[in-house]
């Protein structure tokens, strides 16, 4: 069906805990936060599928990109202290990636600030 589609794209949702980058970084408070052996690891591998899907499909115009919709005041975050965004806020980035552009970007990782480093 995405093959058919005129404008196919694959959103897949992550999270900030994916990023290698962030969770490596001293300035960055990730580094603070208690080791999560199947959480932060199973977004990390759900971005690289995202990058190997992009090479992929690349040839067909079909668009995949991660969305990182950032902490929202969910079920799962219940006990976050501070969490206040609500699934709405964190749809945007999901939405606008959905609603690419022909000419938008592939293999990438974002969030509603930008790009998200690895």
């Not at 202290?81 to 945007?92: F, H």
Request: charged share 20%; with cysteine; aromatic share 8%.
């Amino acid at each position: 069906l995405l093959r058919r589609s005129p404008r196919a794209r694959i959103v897949n949702v992550t999270s900030g805990l994916g990023s290698m980058t962030r969770m490596t970084d001293p300035r960055d408070y990730f580094t603070e936060l208690p080791a999560n052996l199947g959480y932060a690891p199973s977004k990390s591998a759900l971005n690289h599928i995202t990058v190997q899907y992009a090479k992929h499909l690349a040839p067909e115009a079909i668009l995949v990109n991660a969305a990182d919709p950032g902490p929202c005041a969910t079920d799962f975050t219940k006990d976050f202290p501070g969490v206040t965004r609500t699934a709405a806020d964190g749809a945007r980035i999901v939405v606008h990636l959905a609603t690419l552009e022909e000419n938008g970007p592939t293999g990438g990782y974002f969030n509603e600030a930008g790009l998200v480093p690895w």
